[in-house]
């Protein structure tokens, strides 16, 4: 052939090239700076050999968006859309937002895109977050084809959202007006129900009140996720204008990490950047500018509940910007050193003093930096004196000297924390996406954030200058910029704020002549109309979903070696560690007593904190931090084999982790904390035991309570239920308040007891050990098992369930927490795979209507667990009363389902998702302790996904028959506020506060 004569038609496909534009440029993941790929511009690579891996930054150019991709090895992709959202009042538009854009989308114009995805996705993870200033939307995944479907989705709900378009979904999420059975006007919705929830939290409430008095005049003083007095403030029209100001590419900053193909995902996102011009954004964060404000504020308590000695006190400092990384590492350090324990010197002062029972020191970061006093139970009329003494002790310790070794010490501790996050595995990819974003969002370099090294060098070599006695006097004692917070305690004010808002919608509900409330009534049918909506099959065949023969029939295939070590057994899984080893030594305590059994957390809480015999307590906390990076203590339960409701297996657990190179610091340390603490120090042990009392009672009044709730009832059920709950439940908050008294009333024999334990669980004939396969265990590890005495075990004690009953727990809470439970051995059946594929579908679909949609609640769902503990809970509930009814109806739902004509494939998928979770190499030693402690295999849980992917529609019937069984002999417990629980009063038997009333005298 002749040149010639193709001359005409290379010229045709230059032309074509060109009007292309750069996405000719490259192909596959082969980059360099320069190059064009689908309208994105490759601006810089920047080697993070830290991470193992390169970050490259690319912009979109025809209107400014950022991508940043960080590519290293891991198979789990992970991608994340952020904007900048800057708030300027406290009616939290921008979390509704991030509610509602995942309520349908012009290409996906389901009712509600996100659930859905959770129903059909592998995803690892699938969320969305707000925070003071970004809305973040990231998602991951191991399968490419679902990782490109969940960006679809989540690039059409950012950018086409139908929120924006008609009211109805701003409305369900953020806030809506109804009316009650007796005409009264009520407000609903999801993040008006969810952020009374969290205002039932003294430190979040802290955290709101410390922000407004830190920055007076720029947008950290609002309340991002919305304060529940003023949610009902914002307009339909402010939530669009929002959106529109902020939803934009040119504001977006985009995140990818793994092995994600990058030519797929830039052609993704290419056809959404597309439609849309550059705009100059115009979203800049001043910096606050020093001022020093005070103020004081009630909180809430329980009805009945004493107030005296409960002020909790917080101070906050800024201190510095985002981009100094240095610095805010040094924060971090130098708070630890100050108040990480009991023995640090400011902390130890403060609780000497009786000026406090806790005290927490922290550090946050947002465009700047601020260090985070949170001070607890603080007597009556003591506020100044609290911090005159704080005053005077960081004076002393400025002018005096810190403990230099233990500020060494604690840089160990944090430099094998970010060696161990960046060695990989998990969802670190939703970490790094974070981390990027700390200096992103703000224009800075989000290389910087993996770049740690340099920065533990230079504050390692200037620990013995007296830098950090310059930067304690620089960040806290000179520093004018200052907020001091009081909270008081009231038994009202909850009530108060509860009448407040009656009579205010009683006085809007006066004021609407009938055509406003005939408008008002077609409103709330709207919502109603759009919780009841059923999707048709044209609009669910819209998503993207992976079919089931996408699916491999085998998950991953994980494997344990076991065999012997001096004479225990030890099992090696094949965790994936690099440069880190992981060991998990568990002890049997089976044969102690139910009464011994609840003195082993606290036990666990102490070791560590205690003197031993070689070391005072912060020594040990030193030589801790610098030989292991993690030394953890707990007790775990199983139920002995899968479905055995009478024999439960009870470990005490102690995990480390530490370098590859330190293993020798294994055989030194952990038979010193194990086997040579010192039990002698009353007054150590009594404000450990006191901070643990209040940890438990905060707990209840977190979302943290639905666990709280469905232990209580799943107690009734199995021998491995009632020690759960003996373990770590409400029935170890009981144990606890009374261990208090019971130390105050004979110290020396409280402190026996704990050292009798202590000698008999740490025994070699109760030991088996798990460690990750990349250290060999001759030697240090040999050494360690010697060093423990060979005990003696006992016949297992013999568990008895606790009664069935239907139970409340009062807290000072405008919201509550559901739970209702019973198990599946009561009906002869055992956990299969098709009964987790109907409790997802259940969660998902039915709860996830009645309990979040219809009723506003944060959340509900159905838990079918290994053991057999079937489990309905709710969290952040206003209607509990309702949800109980609820669940009564799920096996009717149920039944619906199966008898219909919508395909079951999508959720034996999303079940799939849950079954198989990305795991750190941390995990896969935790999961293999599991197993094995609980009568399981590796091959159990593949045989539970061949049964999840054989499940069928008649499986689900049967289960339904299950659960109507179930219903009628179940337990209950509900923990909320006094109007939750009045709601719930002909289902409850007893009703009592988690904090004791005191006896009227």
């Known amino acids: 052939m002749s040149s010639r004569r193709f001359k005409p038609l290379m010229a045709a496909l230059g032309l074509a090239a060109l009007a292309a534009g750069c996405q000719q440029a490259v192909k596959g993941n082969d980059l ?40 290293r090895a891991d198979e789990n992709k992970t991608f994340g859309v952020a904007f900048r959202t800057l708030p300027t009042d406290d009616t939290g538009v921008a ?119 830190l920055f007076p005049d720029n947008l950290y003083r609002f309340v991002s996720g919305g304060d529940p007095a003023h949610i009902g403030e914002l307009t339909f029209r402010q939530y669009c204008d929002f959106y529109h100001k902020h939803y934009h590419p040119s504001n977006a900053r985009i995140f990818l990490d793994g092995s994600v193909d990058l030519d797929a995902t830039l052609a993704k996102l290419d056809s959404y950047l597309a439609d849309f011009d550059a705009r100059k954004v115009e979203l800049d964060i001043p910096d606050q500018k020093p001022v020093a404000r005070s103020a004081t504020v009630p909180y809430a308590i329980g009805k009945g509940e004493s107030p005296a000695g409960k002020t909790i006190l917080a101070d906050a400092w800024v201190f510095g910007r985002f981009d100094d990384t240095e610095r805010q590492m040094a924060c971090s350090v130098l708070l630890d050193a100050l108040a990480g324990s009991n ?49 005077e002790t960081l004076t002393e310790l400025a002018q005096k000297g810190l403990d230099h070794p233990r500020l060494t010490a604690i840089l160990d501790r944090r430099e094998f924390q970010v060696r161990e996050l960046f060695s990989g595995g998990g969802t670190c990819g939703l970490k790094f996406l974070n981390m990027a974003l700390d200096q992103w969002l703000y224009d800075g370099d989000p290389a910087k954030a993996f770049q740690a090294a340099a920065d533990f060098a230079s504050l390692r070599a200037k620990v013995a200058s007296g830098w950090f006695e310059r930067f304690l006097d620089e960040m806290l004692i000179s520093n004018t910029h200052h907020a001091q917070l009081t909270m008081t305690p009231s038994a009202t004010v909850a009530a108060e704020r509860m009448a407040a808002e009656k009579a205010e919608l009683a006085k809007t509900l006066a004021s609407w002549d009938a055509a406003t409330k005939e408008k008002v009534k077609a409103e709330t049918a709207a919502v109603d109309a759009f919780r009841n909506k059923v999707d048709t099959p044209a609009e669910l065949a819209t998503l993207p979903t992976l079919a ?90 199983y139920a002995a084999k899968p479905g055995d409701t009478q024999q439960a297996k009870t470990v005490f657990v102690v995990d480390v982790a530490g370098l590859d190179a330190k293993t020798a610091a294994v055989a030194d340390l952990v038979p010193e904390v194990l086997l040579r603490t010192k039990y002698a120090d009353a007054s150590a042990i009594a404000d450990l035991l006191k901070q643990e009392r209040l940890g438990r009672e905060r707990e209840a009044s977190t979302i ?73 265990p001759s030697g ?222």
């Not at 079954?915 to 190499?921: I, M, Q």
């Open 32 to 71: 360099k700076v320069g190059d064009c790929r689908h309208g994105f511009v490759v601006k810089s690579r920047t080697a993070l050999p830290e991470v193992g891996g390169r970050l490259w930054r690319l912009t979109y150019e025809k209107n400014g968006a950022e991508v940043a991709w960080l590519d």
């Open 95 to 213: 979390h509704i937002l991030e509610h509602s854009v995942l309520c349908g989308s012009a290409k996906y114009p389901v009712k509600e895109p996100f659930v859905d995805l959770l129903k059909s996705s592998l995803a690892t993870f699938l969320n969305a977050f707000t925070s003071k200033d970004q809305t973040v939307y990231p998602v991951s995944s191991r399968n490419d084809r679902d990782f490109l479907n969940l960006v679809d989705v989540y690039l059409d709900a950012v950018f086409h959202p139908r929120s924006v378009t008609t009211p109805v979904m701003f409305q369900q999420e953020g806030w809506h007006y109804e009316f009650g059975k007796d005409g009264a006007l009520l407000r609903n919705g999801v993040v008006y129900n969810e952020m009374k929830g969290v205002y039932a939290n003294p430190e979040s409430i802290a955290f709101y009140e410390i922000c407004k008095l």
């Open 343 to 391: 023995e640090s010197p400011l902390k130890k002062r403060l609780l000497e003093s009786g000026l406090c029972e806790d005290v927490d020191f922290s550090d946050f970061s947002f465009k700047q930096q601020a260090a985070f006093l949170f001070a607890k139970n603080v007597p009556d009329g003591k506020a100044d004196e609290f911090r005159r003494v704080l005053r």
């Open 548 to 637: 089931l023969a996408d699916i491999p029939v085998r998950g991953k295939e994980r494997q344990a070696a076991e065999t012997t070590l001096a004479g225990v057994p030890l099992i090696r899984p094949a965790a994936g560690a690099k440069g880190v080893f992981y060991l998990s030594l568990r002890f049997s305590v089976d044969d102690f007593s139910d009464a011994e059994l609840a003195q082993l957390p606290f036990l666990a809480t102490v070791l560590g904190e205690l003197a031993t015999k070689n070391y005072d307590a912060l020594a040990l906390r030193s030589a801790l931090d610098t030989g292991l990076g993690r030394f953890a203590t707990s007790v775990k339960t």
């Open 704 to 776: 943290a309570a639905r666990m709280l709730a469905r232990r209580r009832a799943a107690a009734a059920f199995s021998a491995k239920g009632a020690v759960e709950e003996t373990l770590s439940g409400l029935a170890q908050l009981r144990h606890v308040q009374a261990a208090e008294k019971d130390l105050a009333a004979d110290a020396k024999a409280f402190l026996a007891n704990m050292e009798n334990l202590a000698k008999r669980v740490f025994a070699r004939s109760r030991l088996t050990v798990y460690l990750s396969d990349n250290v060999s």
């Open 780 to 1001: 240090d590890f040999e050494k360690l098992v010697d060093a423990f005495p060979g005990g003696v075990v006992a016949p297992a004690v013999v568990r008895k369930p606790f009664p069935r009953r239907r139970e409340g727990f009062s807290v000072a809470s405008e919201s509550a927490y559901a739970a209702k439970a019973s198990h599946l051995a009561q009906v002869g059946a055992g956990t299969t795979g098709s009964e987790l594929v109907a409790a997802r579908l259940l969660s998902l679909t039915y709860l996830w209507d009645e309990i979040r949609v219809k009723g506003g609640a944060y959340g509900g769902g159905l838990q079918v667990a290994n053991d057999g503990h079937v489990g309905f809970l709710s969290w952040r509930d206003p209607q509990p009363a309702r949800s109980l009814d609820c669940y009564a109806k799920a096996s009717a739902a149920l039944r619906k389902f199966a008898a219909g004509d919508e395909l079951l494939d999508r959720y034996v998928v999303g079940t799939l998702g849950v079954s198989d979770p990305c795991l750190t190499p941390r995990e896969e030693v935790s999961l293999a302790a599991d197993l094995r402690s609980s009568g399981r295999t590796y091959e159990d849980l593949q045989r539970l996904r061949g049964e999840i992917l054989a499940t069928k529609k008649g499986d689900l019937a049967a289960f339904a028959d299950v659960l109507d069984k179930l219903s009628d002999d179940s337990a209950v417990c509900v923990i909320g506020g006094t109007a939750g629980l009045a709601a719930c009063s002909n289902k409850l038997e007893s009703v009592e506060a988690v904090v004791p009333v005191p006896a009227k005298r």
